[in-house]
């Protein structure tokens, strides 16, 4: 296991297009987030799963932003319709949920997945 | 509401010297805190939280209720502490993280 991967690691893309992002996360981790960072800022919360159930969505997740996660395994995160304001780091990364934590705490992230709208 | 707050984006000093790079949080309740590190062409990484109580590379920090902060030290910066600091927090029950906006750590030679 290599870690948290994403893809890809950058994407240009025109204003109005669609974009999707991957991120496989550690395989014995239940839990996936995704975060997005912006230039100056620390990474902000969007949206995680504990297996395939999306637990929670951050209000910055606008109508135009959908992510799944079939099988409870990679996740995807679609940005539709894309604004110049979506460019930004995407960053995922997973955990263990408490209960089965241990020694194992904190997260895993991914090196991120850089969008540019122009 | 639930915030974290890094006054400084940017502390240089000298090799050797100490350093102390502050983090206050607003929460309500008992939060976890955590100080996580992403050195040059790196991913963002744990250094360590306030549960385990460890010295983590030479870095402390100890989290004070009362004055709701939770600064991490070292006693003696070295050049390979260079990087950008984030200090952040999660509800009990729940593992979503509040970031602060980081501090990049200059440490020259």
């Known amino acids: 296991d290599t870690g948290v991967s994403q893809d890809p690691r950058h994407k240009i893309t025109k204003r109005g297009q669609n974009v999707t992002f991957r991120c496989d996360p550690i395989s014995e981790h239940n839990r996936l987030y995704w975060y997005r960072q912006t230039l100056g800022q620390g990474p902000e919360f969007l949206t995680y799963f504990q297996n395939e159930a999306q637990l929670e969505k951050s209000r910055l997740l606008s109508d135009r932003f959908s992510a799944e996660r079939p099988k409870g395994s990679f996740s995807t995160l679609e940005i539709q319709r894309t604004e110049q304001g979506d460019s930004a780091m995407y960053l995922c990364?997973?955990?263990?949920?408490?209960?089965?934590?241990?020694?194992?705490?904190?997260?895993?992230f991914g090196s991120g997945t850089r969008l540019t709208v122009v | 509401a639930q915030r974290v707050t890094q006054p400084e984006k940017l502390l240089s000093v000298f090799k050797g010297a100490p350093v102390e790079l502050k983090c206050n949080y607003s929460y309500s309740g008992s939060p976890e805190l955590f100080w996580y590190v992403q050195y040059s062409r790196q991913r963002l990484q744990l250094l360590l939280r306030?549960?385990s109580r460890e010295s983590i590379k030479g870095f402390t920090a100890d989290l004070n209720k009362g004055e709701t902060s939770f600064h991490l030290k070292k006693p003696f910066a070295q050049e390979e502490d260079s990087a950008m600091y984030y200090c952040?927090?999660?509800?009990?029950?729940?593992?979503?993280?509040?970031f602060g906006t980081g501090t990049r750590l200059q440490v020259f030679p």
């Open positions: 306030h549960i």
């Open positions: 990364a997973s955990s263990l949920s408490g209960a089965r934590r241990g020694q194992d705490y904190g997260y895993t």
């Open positions: 952040a927090l999660s509800a009990l029950n729940t593992d979503k993280l509040i």
